[in-house]
């Protein structure tokens, strides 16, 4: 049944995925798009050419790990919400996974949060360490949290605040 959360098989073909060893150096793009269409606003956001659909528009976004300095600029741009920076060399212990949110109200730093995976479901505790929320990213904050370093792969959002 398609439940349209991507497959083990499908994150593993996507052409955004930095490699592991490329994860453990620090701060590095995911970019898990996996639908092509015309769409390519993480390209012109990166600085450093690190994001690149060329020619066909409707490409999937290829990710040069090597360029990718994580400043974290194309995590707000991508209209899929689809990009996110992970850090696995945050600590001994700890990762940091970015990315994008766009619901009210926003954590603050030092807040302890329910992290989830792609599906929505809960992983693990996780730490706000960071919230940016500037308005040339129209609306959509980046959040980063600190997870136990074996959930780097999972976490991808965090589940709403109560009002």
Do not use: H, W
């Not at 052409?15 to 490329?22: D, H, L, N, Q, T």
């Not at 060399?89 to 030092?110: H, M, Q, R």
Request: glycine content about 8%; proline content about 7%; hydrophobic content about 40%.
């Amino acid at each position: 049944m398609y439940t349209g959360v991507p497959s083990a098989q499908e994150l593993a073909s996507f052409p955004g995925k930095p490699s592991e060893e490329r994860m453990s150096k620090g701060r590095v793009a995911v970019v898990e798009c996996l639908q092509e269409i015309p769409c390519n606003p993480c390209e012109s956001a990166c600085k450093f050419g690190a994001i690149q659909i060329g020619e066909n528009i409707t490409a999937l976004p290829c990710l040069d790990e090597e360029a990718c300095t994580g400043c974290g600029l194309c995590v707000a741009q991508c209209p899929g919400l689809a990009i996110f920076i992970v850090n696995k060399a945050y600590s001994e212990t700890e990762a940091t996974v970015d990315f994008p949110f766009e619901y009210l109200p926003l954590p603050e730093k030092g807040d302890l949060v329910d992290a989830v995976d792609r599906a929505g479901q809960v992983v693990c505790q996780g730490r706000v360490v960071k919230v940016v929320n500037i308005p040339s990213n129209a609306g959509t904050s980046v959040v980063s949290l600190a997870i136990p370093k074996e959930f780097a792969d999972d976490v991808r959002s965090m589940k709403r605040l109560g009002e």
